[in-house]
């Protein structure tokens, strides 16, 4: 693509993710102009190189390298996949991350050795995971699932899950569905208690309020303990103990004594 042409007669355009001068490959970052430089080119706002760009012709030439990478990028990974196609696939529970917090389900090939150097650094490792068919790390917690813990007992299959520190068991379509049906009856019980939870919480704080207008006396809603003292002049002070109130005309005020 054309950007601009020169004023001594040659092309800049943006091709294969590069800005070019008269075909030669110049830069692929395009950087804001440095202040120092405004007086030589006024009307540049952006620097391919050594070459000045205004802000129209920096948009363009950006958005032209995006493109490109982009696109690069799909294709990439397309071929990644494709070259996956003939290694084993295995269905596994993996524990990654810090402290083997990170849980997920996902459909994974082992890549020997000799294949690795063939995928980029961020897929190199013992197990290369495909994009189709995989689940993102942290969509299934196994503390929310018996059968999940049960697996992580039992010896592991030897894989690791990238570079850092992992864990993954081979699972059956048996153990993946009892997996899944129990993290989601978990996730809907801790739904439930909450919807319990703020309808009580809900129902206490109307009662409240009714007990303050029908005395005419402020009722305590809450109280908590503060992380630091709220008066910044008081030097003697560490926290304080905050009160909420529910007032007679339904306002709501939150009081501090100071805990020394």
Request: proline share 4%; with cysteine; charged share 30%.
């Amino acid at each position: 693509m054309r950007i601009k042409t020169t004023a001594d007669g040659r092309e800049v355009t943006v091709e294969s993710g590069f800005v070019c001068l008269a075909g030669k490959r110049v830069t692929d970052r395009i950087t804001p102009i440095p202040q120092r430089l405004k007086a030589r080119a006024p009307d540049a706002e952006y620097l391919a190189g050594n070459i000045g760009l205004t802000l129209e012709q920096g948009k363009l030439a950006k958005a032209e390298i995006r493109t490109y990478r982009v696109k690069r990028a799909a294709e990439e990974l397309a071929r990644l996949i494709a070259e996956q196609a003939d290694l084993p696939r295995y269905r596994v529970l993996i524990r990654s991350g810090s402290y083997l917090m990170d849980t997920a389900i996902a459909t994974v090939v082992a890549a020997p050795y000799r294949v690795q150097a063939r995928y980029r650094d961020d897929l190199r490792g013992h197990i290369v995971v495909p994009a189709a068919n995989s689940v993102a790390a942290g969509s299934v917690m196994s503390a929310d699932s018996p059968t999940a813990r049960s697996i992580s007992c039992r010896e592991d299959c030897g894989l690791m899950y990238g570079p850092g520190e992992s864990r993954m068991w081979l699972i059956g379509h048996a153990e993946e569905a009892a997996i899944v049906s129990e993290c989601l009856t978990a996730r809907r019980a801790r739904q439930e208690k909450q919807v319990t939870a703020e309808n009580e919480a809900r129902a206490k704080r109307d009662t409240v309020f009714a007990e303050a207008t029908r005395s005419g006396k402020r009722q305590i809603l809450d109280q908590w303990i503060t992380d630091e003292c709220t008066d910044p002049t008081e030097i003697d002070c560490s926290f304080d103990a905050a009160t909420s109130w529910a007032m007679p005309d339904g306002s709501t005020k939150t009081t501090y004594q100071h805990c020394h």
